[in-house]
């Protein structure tokens, strides 16, 4: 039961950094917030997984940390080309 109720506070933490993301004061912080809503999932995921025990959701979360690994540095190389242009 306590897992269910710190999974229920991971979700509430990932909708409130939703915030950051829609009036984030630069790209940067909005940036931050979305790869921390992204790792908030990947959490609630393997407490899911530990939770039904099932263990190919863990392998779910590891592809999904890669995907949101490559989002966070294409984002930032679009930022370094936008700041030069």
Avoid: C, H, Q, W
């Avoid at 294409?74 to 030069?84: G, H, P």
């Amino acid at each position: 039961m306590l897992l269910l109720y710190l999974i229920l506070i991971i979700v509430l933490s990932a909708i409130l950094t939703f915030y950051r993301v829609i009036k984030g004061p630069s790209i940067p912080d909005r940036i931050v917030a979305m790869n921390s809503i992204g790792v908030m999932f990947l959490l609630v995921l393997v407490l899911f997984s530990y939770y039904f025990e099932r263990k190919f959701i863990i392998d779910v979360a590891l592809v999904f940390g890669v995907f949101i690994f490559i989002d966070v540095l294409i984002m930032a190389k679009y930022l370094k080309k936008s700041e030069k242009g």
